[in-house]
């Protein structure tokens, strides 16, 4: 199991940026593969975007794509979700989450697809 420690939420005006960041600790990340999902009161936990155990290939939420990027950091056992000319609507709690996987190219977009959460960082847009 890792350990999974999300960071670097806040307060951003519209148009603005923040880059999340979500640490490990118990395992190597490069056995994983990743996603961050949001949710906002009442409503599910939804993807955001996903990767695969190989960094090669990730399926992003059609509304951040051009906006969201990822980005993992090997020596620092750290991936990263960097968020640019944010929206209100992008307002949520922010969950990085891990995939033990053999599997180099899959890519999961389901909650119960992933063993292990962290335990989220709020993110909120102002008009």
């Known amino acids: 199991q890792v350990q999974l420690v999300e960071s670097g939420g806040g307060l951003v005006q519209a148009g603005g940026s923040l880059r999340l960041s979500c640490a490990a600790s118990?395992?190597?990340?490069?056995?994983?593969?990743m996603g961050w999902f949001r949710q906002t009161p009442g409503k599910g936990r939804e993807i955001v975007i996903a990767?695969?155990?190989?960094?090669?290939?990730?399926k992003y939420k059609d509304s951040v794509k051009g906006r969201f990027t990822i980005s993992r950091d090997d020596a620092k056992n750290t991936f990263y979700l960097q968020m640019n000319s944010l929206k209100p609507e992008d307002t949520a709690v922010y969950y990085c989450a891990a995939r033990l996987t053999v599997d180099g190219l899959g890519m999961w977009t389901n909650n119960e697809d992933y063993n292990d959460w962290g335990r989220g960082t709020q993110v909120t847009v102002s008009s």
């Open positions: 990767t695969s155990r190989s960094g090669e290939f990730s």
């Open positions: 118990g395992h190597t990340l490069s056995s994983y593969a």
